[in-house]
């Protein structure tokens, strides 16, 4: 039985699946099964990824019709199929860092559903992040709200909490996110015990923000990305760059937080005064308070 499931659904990504597979099959842990899950896929992509079966047995291709939205059905269907007793997710146009499954297996110790921190590389090479933790109600509410939605590629549950959903992956709703509808799923259920990494372990290449690209552009983008993965010290840099900024991050809310309970401190001093001055008028007046 593999550690885990790396579930990577595509549809016509031909030339950026091999390297996105690639980053799945180089982590430190190597016990993991790679599952290309089809929604319709192109001849290029179904051949691209039956090259990547084909030169590593851990890797098993679907090859699914065309579905609704993303193909969400096509997931749950993989998922019965797999053994491993944590599922992990990773966009066919994304990386990992090697340590990604090893970092998200540690965070799954003991919890139901986990996130790597949610990281974004933009066209210009703008390193920026988002700092949620789904262990604070807060951020499990923004989550569920589909206000806040972390990368499928940072979304990691165990198989037990999985099956014990209503549903699964299904189709999701028309105006909601493909990913958030499936966020939400995981965790609104209060029983879940839910668990956030901060340590960068992902490198997320958004599509709407390279339209303009064409796919050999983003293939040259992401195999560099790929190389400078593969370099320790470039890797040291990104994790020190993106935990800098989480740490500038984390000092604005508290003092954004200081500040407005400074706020709130006065309005109620300010409440009391007035409550207090309406009150002496009362009683000079004659009338009850």
């Not at 879940?192 to 339209?211: D, E, M």
């Not at 890797?235 to 800098?244: C, I, K, N, S, W």
């Amino acid at each position: 039985m593999p550690a885990a499931t790396v579930i990577v659904p595509t549809h016509t990504h031909d030339l950026l699946l091999p390297p996105a597979v690639r980053s799945a099959l180089r982590q430190t842990v190597q016990d993991v099964e790679v599952m290309i899950v089809g929604d319709g896929m192109t001849d290029a992509t179904r051949a691209a990824a039956r090259q990547l079966a084909a030169d590593d047995p851990r890797v098993r291709v679907f090859d699914n019709p065309k579905a609704g939205r993303t193909g969400e059905p096509h997931r749950r269907e993989a998922i019965a199929e797999s053994t491993a007793p944590a599922i992990l997710y990773l966009c066919d146009d994304d990386l990992w860092l090697p340590e990604h499954v090893e970092h998200v297996l540690g965070l799954l110790d003991g919890h139901d559903v986990a996130n790597a921190l949610s990281v974004w590389i933009g066209p210009t090479g703008i390193v920026q992040h988002t700092t949620l933790d789904l262990a604070l109600p807060f951020h499990r509410a923004e989550v569920c709200a589909h206000r806040q939605t972390p990368s499928l590629t940072a979304m990691a549950h165990t198989r037990d909490w999985y099956e014990r959903l209503p549903h699964g992956w299904r189709l999701t709703p028309d105006g909601i996110g493909t990913d958030s509808w499936m966020w939400r799923q995981l965790l609104e259920d209060p029983a879940c015990r839910a668990r956030s990494g901060f340590i960068p372990t992902i490198v997320h290449l958004p599509s709407p923000q390279r339209r303009e690209m064409t796919p050999e552009q983003r293939l040259d983008e992401l195999a560099r990305y790929e190389q400078l993965v593969a370099d320790p010290a470039w890797r040291r840099g990104f994790v020190e760059q993106t935990l800098a900024g989480a740490l500038q991050e984390c000092a604005w809310f508290w003092a954004s937080r200081a500040e407005l309970q400074a706020s709130w401190d006065e309005q109620n001093a300010m409440l009391r005064h007035v409550w207090e001055d309406r009150a002496r008028v009362y009683a000079e007046l004659g009338k009850p308070g």
